[in-house]
């Protein structure tokens, strides 16, 4: 099976996978384990309930392809879940419920907890399947990885193979401005040249008042129309250059430090920008970033050992589909045989 299904589904089943029970038509078997359709279907149903739009895909062939990712999630959840059984891993209910109490703690009230539940179209069974099923993936997670570890060679040759790119920090420019912001683009009202020369008419005479000696901080607090920098008198920190647009950054980045632009035109308004600082391009030393180095290759290694360890769960199992939504856990690319029958009729219940 190709590795990159392999990352997808191991993606999507970190974040949600869920629990279901029930008759219906046989949608999949792993090791005669059956995976039912209307497993699939509710998932489906709940991922549609949590669309803005209701909607799940732009045609048959992408809900089609959405419904067999479903079916090898949940094949592979069984896995799991059968794994979890013959190495007697186990999740209490007693640490369920502390998780789920931990939850309803976050809201104002066991009411609104309930309530956003029901808005959601999540059932409080369904939530703590869920739970359950996350916290013992994290259990095999943590047994699997518990022996992946990063040494300090290669922490070191990940920085010397990356510093020029990943840990290159570019020319920075700490900058304040003054914003008289065009009335439609607070609004949304209609563009008016009337709009634009009351803009115009506020930024020149704050630019007088800049010219006869009046402080730029002071002026920025009392007349910016950024609320945001206003407060802190125009303060927008450092900029590096693709932050900004263009307009602003072309006048931000020709000025010395201390240097006050003219008026500056963009979308928003007309500007009065300050350059207070300049940082120039600089390679982070080794020391600044080897947790960050350590922390990332550690979390990679452990995906790697996880994906290989999920991969040897699918390998060594029969898997068979009986929708015409066939799923790609039957694909493989590493030069082993098929293992499945090619078995398609379907079962009911």
Not at 284 to 296: A, G
Request: hydrophobic residues 35%; contains cysteine; glycine residues 4%.
């Amino acid at each position: 099976m190709k590795r990159s299904v392999i990352c997808i589904i191991m993606l999507l089943i970190f974040v949600f996978v869920f629990l279901f029970a029930g008759c219906s038509k046989t949608a999949a078997k792993v090791d005669g384990i059956e995976i039912k359709q209307n497993e699939v279907d509710t998932y489906i149903n709940f991922i549609k309930e949590q669309s803005a739009d209701g909607q799940l895909a732009q045609n048959e062939e992408e809900l089609k392809t959405l419904e067999a990712n479903i079916i090898d999630i949940l094949i592979v959840t069984k896995l799991l879940e059968k794994y979890a059984e013959e190495n007697n891993i186990t999740v209490s209910s007693e640490e369920v419920d502390k998780q789920i109490k931990l939850i309803i703690d976050s809201y104002p009230s066991e009411e609104d907890f309930e309530g956003d539940l029901k808005d959601k179209g999540i059932d409080r069974k369904f939530l703590e399947d869920e739970i359950r099923s996350q916290m013992l993936r994290s259990e095999i997670f943590n047994i699997v990885t518990a022996d992946v570890t990063v040494t300090e060679d290669e922490v070191k040759q990940y920085y010397e193979d990356n510093k020029n790119t990943f840990f290159l920090v570019p020319v920075m420019v700490k900058a304040s401005h003054i914003l008289a912001m065009f009335p439609w683009v607070e609004d949304n009202s209609e563009e008016t040249e009337e709009g634009k020369e009351e803009a115009l008419k506020k930024i020149k005479m704050v630019e007088d008042k800049l010219n006869n000696g009046e402080d730029f901080e002071d002026l920025a607090r009392q007349y910016s129309d950024d609320s945001t920098s206003a407060a802190s008198g125009g303060d927008l920190d450092y900029i590096s250059k693709g932050q900004m647009i263009e307009e602003f950054e072309e006048a931000l980045f020709s000025m010395d430090v201390g240097e006050v632009s003219e008026i500056v035109k963009t979308q928003y308004g007309f500007h009065i920008i300050k350059a207070t600082d300049r940082q120039e391009e600089y390679i982070q030393k080794f020391d600044e970033v080897e947790e960050s180095i350590n922390t990332y290759l550690l979390d990679l290694y452990k995906m790697q050992e996880w994906e290989d360890f999920i991969f040897l769960l699918i390998e060594e199992v029969n898997i068979e589909y009986f929708t015409d939504v066939e799923g790609t856990l039957n694909s493989t690319d590493t030069g082993t045989e098929d293992n499945t029958d090619t078995e398609t009729e379907e079962e009911s219940e």
